[in-house]
């Protein structure tokens, strides 16, 4: 596969692993290393802007928020991180003195540059008027963020009430963060109490700000450091960026107390690197510095692309990485057939572990990066997540290196293997390592949480009572499991209860533990919401098979969702094999429904109620409802008083004169997708 669409397909892959599973296979700093490698091959091959994969940054709305447009959009920074075209130092260099000639400045004119550090939590926005706090909204894709105002209020991370001349109103923005030992006792008693627990401390904090139940998270420690204010209307703001942090700490707000004051990119770069080498010392997690030039009045003199502000660059510090031996490359069968190969290596202390296994995540990674055996690696090891092999010393290969041949058939069945994308999959679905792999996982916390039932027993099972289907845990007795090892009469029967209450975890962990492509934590909890029951489910993929145009545009009106994805979804559910545990599943009393609810209120939509008449240029009636009422909107056949929209199309009859009479809005297509937030 050529080089480009294999990065552009890792790219998707990790957003994909990252923003709807909120679990992480690589860091940020890998992740950036790969979309700079793919960014310099687009310039090599002069790849407009508009057809690069990923142009929109990353994307924090979730299903059931009310989405808010920001007055000012969320921007990114420009980065300074060291690596193959030069150093952060002639990076950071380079800019100011970009800089300066933007801002029309002599090279000898003075130029304060502050540094601060860059808090990795969830940047927030923050309205106050008359000193009160109005709204807090996520970033969202930069441009449209969710409302969390009930959230931040109930986490105490800012002030509610600032002391400002009243009529004064102003944005201010800064990054929710989890400190470590707040986020290490909440992980304690989430294992406590049998529940996954947080990756890191950043997803954590960003997945708490999305509970629905704000009241939950008093007292959890939730902080806050604000840094920049966006805008100011009734107010005079000090015109230094450090004069605005004074000012914010004052009006009672958290400020970072590491912020300096530096004359030259020379300082400022020294004050980085000095704080990289210091950062264990800190009670939180930082990801970088941010350099910022401090004069505000030259930040609207250099303005913004449309990607950053002219005015900032973000300093990346690089995790710690080490070089060591690869003795081996084994290649695991995950629960979908995914081949993974992973390195087998001598071990390396990193972040205060021993390290002997590391993963080279798939097999296309590997040929790119031409990892060969007996090779010196470099791996890495950051936050919670597992190591990773970054690179190879070419410089120490040595001729003995052998490279490494993908495989051709499974290496547990050994049925031959197909390509798909960037992966390699065993088509076998009854190979054994894919069938206890998805038992493990249904029955894994994520999944159907059968408490008791572990990798250990499920291996045991597998090999002793032959265990091919999920529904067949369900139909286990006391006997069957006492025979297991390290499992005695007491552990069988309550893993008997476990089994039986696991049947009521409801659609959402039932749709997970399927083992579905694509269909993660967040989809599952999607289409549950969505369709409410599995038999709902199943019946919009029969009709999809039919070729009803429906069920699809249902599914794609959820947000996030691919229309490969949906069909993907649907398909698989369509297939007799997928049926077939699902009807046993079924059949053992396992149940499949969910509460329905709205996927994503939009304000505008939300709690409206919508009338449709006549023919719409494109969508169907289906659709048009699916697409209102995933909004938070309700549908109603007859018009009245209460409805607040009529969409009129082609050929509208009486609804129409009838609306007309009572002084309802008639709307058309396209301003239904307007208010919808859907574009032409
Ligand atoms: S200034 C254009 N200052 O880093 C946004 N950002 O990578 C200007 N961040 O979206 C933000 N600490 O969420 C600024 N001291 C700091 C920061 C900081 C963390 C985050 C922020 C921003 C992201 C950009």
């Not at 300074?80 to 004119?109: I, M, N, P, Y």
């Not at 004069?295 to 692309?305: A, E, F, I, S, Y």
């Not at 023919?615 to 549908?635: N, V």
Request: aromatic fraction near 4%.
């Amino acid at each position: 596969m050529d080089e480009l669409t294999t990065l552009e397909a890792q790219l998707r892959f990790h957003d994909e692993r990252y923003y709807r599973q909120a679990e992480p296979e690589i860091t940020d700093t890998q992740y950036d290393e790969l979309r700079d490698r793919y960014h310099a091959l687009c310039n090599e091959r002069g790849l407009a802007p508009a057809d690069r994969y990923g142009m929109t940054p990353g994307d924090d709305r979730t299903p059931g928020f009310t989405t808010v447009r920001h007055r000012l959009p969320m921007l990114s920074l420009e980065k300074a991180a060291d690596g193959e075209d030069g150093s952060a130092e002639g990076k950071l260099a380079a800019w100011v003195e970009r800089t300066r000639k933007l801002a029309d400045l002599a090279s000898t004119a003075p130029l304060a540059l502050l540094v601060e550090p860059k808090i990795d939590g969830m940047s927030v926005s923050l309205t106050y008027r008359d000193g009160r706090l109005l709204q807090a909204v996520s970033r969202g894709d930069g441009i449209s963020g969710d409302l969390i105002t009930d959230q931040v209020r109930a986490s105490g991370a800012v002030p509610l009430e600032v002391a400002v001349p009243a009529g004064g109103t102003f944005e201010v923005r800064g990054e929710l963060y989890l400190p470590h030992a707040r986020f290490k006792a909440l992980n304690k008693s989430l294992v406590a109490a049998g529940t996954k627990p947080l990756i890191n401390p950043r997803n954590g904090c960003a997945g708490l700000m999305k509970r629905k139940d704000a009241s939950a998270l008093e007292g959890l420690g939730i902080s806050a450091f604000v840094y920049h204010v966006a805008w100011a209307e009734g107010l005079e703001l000090p015109s230094s960026q450090q004069a605005v942090i004074a000012w914010l700490a004052t009006l009672g707000f958290a400020t970072n107390p590491h912020v300096t004051r530096h004359a030259t990119a020379g300082d400022a770069a020294a004050a980085c690197r000095a704080f990289g080498d210091e950062r264990g010392g800190l009670t939180y997690d930082i990801d970088g510095m941010v350099i910022k030039i401090d004069d505000r009045r030259l930040h609207d003199r250099l303005g913004t692309t449309e990607h950053h502000p002219r005015w900032g660059l973000a300093w990346k510090f690089a995790p710690e990485r080490k070089p060591t031996e690869l003795r081996a490359i084994t290649v695991q069968v995950g629960k979908s057939g995914k081949l993974t190969p992973v390195a087998e290596l001598a071990p390396v202390v990193l972040a205060q572990t021993t390290v002997t296994r590391a993963s080279l995540h798939n097999f296309a990674e590997l040929e790119r990066k031409d990892v060969r055996l007996g090779d010196i690696v470099l791996v890495e090891k950051a936050g919670e997540i597992i190591p990773q092999v970054v690179a190879v010393v070419l410089e120490r290969r040595q001729p003995s290196a052998v490279a490494y041949a993908r495989p051709i058939v499974c290496p547990e069945c050994q049925t031959p293997v197909l390509t798909e994308d960037i992966f390699i999959f065993c088509p076998n679905p009854t190979c054994g390592a894919q069938v206890r792999e998805r038992l493990r996982h249904f029955a894994s916390r994520g999944a159907m949480d059968v408490q008791g039932l572990g990798e250990a027993a499920i291996d045991q099972l597998c090999t002793t009572r032959t265990l091919t289907s999920p529904a067949q845990l369900f139909a286990l007795t006391a006997e069957d499991i006492a025979g297991l090892e390290r499992k005695g009469d007491k552990s069988a029967h309550n893993l008997i209860a476990a089994l039986a209450s696991a049947k009521n975890r409801g659609l959402a962990r039932v749709l997970i533990g399927l083992c579905l492509h694509h269909v993660g934590e967040k989809l599952a909890e999607d289409l549950a919401a969505t369709c409410g029951s599995m038999a709902a489910l199943l019946d919009l993929a029969s009709r999809h098979q039919a070729g009803d145009p429906a069920p699809l545009a249902q599914l794609d009106a959820i947000d996030g969702v691919a229309d490969t994805t949906a069909r993907s979804v649907l398909d698989q559910l369509a297939s007799p094999a997928v049926r077939q545990v699902i009807d046993d599943l079924t059949a053992a009393g396992v149940n499949m429904t969910a509460e329905r609810k709205a996927v994503r209120n939009v304000a505008g939509v939300a709690g409206k109620t919508f009338v449709l008449t006549g023919t719409l240029p494109t969508l169907s009636r289906d659709q048009a409802e699916a697409l209102i009422t995933t909004a938070g909107g309700t549908c109603s056949g007859a018009v009245s008083k209460k409805t607040a929209y009529l969409v009129a199309g082609d050929e509208a009859g009486s609804k129409l004169a009838k609306a007309q009479s009572l002084g309802v809005k008639i709307i058309d297509e396209a301003a239904l997708r307007a208010l919808l937030d859907l574009g032409e």
